[in-house]
């Protein structure tokens, strides 16, 4: 009597396992941890900010070199490095018109890839984090008025640059509206900075004094902001946890 040959494994279930561990939300949230901390540690190490404020690369000149900031700001922007000594560099090294082109751009293409990163890398496992009442908000401000919303916040510079994106990223809201959205609301401050790099070496211009004064105006009314909505969620958690009558 011939004894039953066992079945055979199908040959693809490791590499499917594999193929599903590596595909799983938190992977990828992993992978996008680790591709951030990279570029930012590149960033701290090699600091090409310092470089392109020292205009570098010297053989391009006029568009071209515009062209290449504005590229590099926006990798800068991924990387985490502020963007207010991108925007004095633009306006230092090209001056108000051909600086704030080039800021504008490096600002769309930076919050783009940060957007795409969180979306593809990200969204799956973080949805899943959103326990607290402020990211609950966020989250449903950005799904059901997500033009609206992104260009209130690009507007008033009391939320982070990169926060932002992420933030985005993980609600429902679509990409045009919030390249849209970043495009138009960066517009103020961004022109703000770039004219304040501009006339940098005249302090006492009234062009460089209107120009901070904006900055800290648009700082001051942020904060303001962001104090009145923090307010306004503690008196409502309070009223929600307060004591029952029994």
Known sequence: MFEPVPAARPAGGLAARCAKLLLSPWSRFSLLVAVLLAAATTMLLFEPQRLLASGW???????????????AYGVCTVAFVPRPLLNLAAGALFGAQAGLAAALAGTVLGAGVSFLLGRVLGQDALRTLLRGKWLKAADGLLSRHGFRSMLAIRLFPGVPFAAANYCAATSRMGYPPFLLATGLGSIPNTAAYVIAGSEASSPTSPVFLAAMGFIVLSGAGAALVAWRKHHRLGRAGGAAHGPSSE
């Open 57 to 71: 690369p010297p053989q391009l000149t006029g568009s071209g070199a515009a062209m290449v900031f504005g590229l």
